[in-house]
């Protein structure tokens, strides 16, 4: 892999009510906002040769990448590894009680009721860049869900993951280097060592 591109879903059902989803099994397909935001994504992208487009398990992540790449005949790769957080409990609930939840607990917790800590999402996204980082395909399109893109955002900054991070743009693509995604992912890799919210 020489590039990376990295870029969330479109509107989706349920973010637009500012509720969560960490159940692929459940349904939620984007908007017509998130179409149209799709769109614009392949819009952008239109003149860029893309190898490879890797996606993870989600309705809303996989038909953003459809909408973005109608008429183009680029191979898939599904990635569960880049899934959303399993919320447990707060499954469907709104994203405002999680967060509140996340930020009163550290990051090696599990969400109750069958959720998942912040520090073991956070190697699952490892585990998936490294993946991606192994790839031989020069340039790939990462469509995911904003906190394994936030988190690299942030680590390029020298950011290590915190409990509340600021959203990612819906569909915006944001282009890095191999060695910039290294850099990230080791970053990451050294949080999940010890992990604590700063």
């Not at 879903?9 to 935001?37: I, K, M, W, Y």
């Not at 183009?72 to 599904?78: H, Q």
């Not at 680590?155 to 990612?168: C, H, K």
Request: net charge negative.
């Amino acid at each position: 892999m020489d590039e990376v591109i990295l870029a969330r879903h479109g509107e989706s059902e349920f973010s637009v009510l500012g509720n969560v989803n960490g159940d692929p099994a459940t349904a939620c397909a984007l908007t017509p906002t998130g179409r149209e935001q799709a769109a614009r994504l392949g819009e952008q992208l239109r003149d860029t040769e893309i190898d490879l487009c890797v996606t993870s398990v989600f309705e809303r992540v996989q038909e953003t990448a459809d909408v973005a790449l109608e008429g183009r005949d680029i191979p898939r790769l599904v990635l569960p590894e880049l899934n959303d957080v399993r919320f447990g409990e707060f499954e469907g609930g709104t994203l405002t009680a999680y967060r509140e939840w996340a930020s009163t607990n550290e990051p090696t917790i599990e969400a109750p009721g069958g959720g998942e800590s912040r520090a073991g999402t956070v190697l699952r996204y490892v585990a998936a860049y490294r993946k991606i980082l192994a790839r031989p395909e020069p340039t790939i399109l990462v469509v995911a869900h904003g906190l394994p893109i936030r988190y690299v955002l942030n680590a390029l900054e020298e950011t290590a993951p915190a409990a509340l991070v600021d959203q990612v743009a819906y569909a915006q693509p944001y282009r890095l280097s191999a060695a910039e995604l290294e850099r990230a992912v080791c970053l990451l890799e050294t949080w999940a060592a010890a992990p604590r919210w700063h």
